[in-house]
């Protein structure tokens, strides 16, 4: 699975960005598809996941309830909706793929990477 990442950017404390990976080489329907994310000195951690076939979700405990991970079947494309945007969210959103139906949250079980986007966020 090819997979691009779209949508990161410069914004202010409570703002929202919309960040797209669309999937490409073959379709999603026995996938997960997820967000990692690393910031500066700091490891590569879980953000969100979702499992293509069932519509199930995971999120980490950070962005609960201000992120939200979906999925257009039609355009082989995952989003994640990202409000009340912190500092603390600063970081590279990689947008991350494993073929199963179970969501898991090591990096090590996702084998398809897409290049990172750049997240900013001031105070």
């Known amino acids: 699975v090819q997979l691009q990442a779209f949508g990161g950017g410069s914004v202010q404390a409570g703002d929202s960005l919309r960040l797209s990976c669309a999937a490409s080489?073959?379709?999603?329907?026995?996938?997960?598809v997820g967000w990692f994310r690393q910031a500066p000195g700091k490891e590569r951690e879980f953000v969100a996941a979702?499992?293509?076939?069932?519509?199930?979700?995971s999120y980490a405990n950070s962005v609960k309830g201000r992120f939200t991970i979906s999925r257009d079947n039609t355009k082989n494309t995952v989003y994640l909706q990202m409000n009340s945007l912190k500092p603390e969210d600063t970081a590279v959103y990689y947008c991350?793929?494993?073929?199963?139906?179970?969501?898991?949250?090591?990096?090590?079980?996702?084998?398809?990477w897409g290049q990172g986007t750049q997240v900013t966020v001031s105070s």
């Open positions: 080489g073959c379709t999603l329907s026995s996938n997960v």
């Open positions: 979702i499992s293509w076939s069932g519509g199930s979700t």
């Open positions: 991350v793929a494993r073929q199963a139906t179970v969501i898991r949250f090591d990096r090590q079980a996702y084998n398809d």
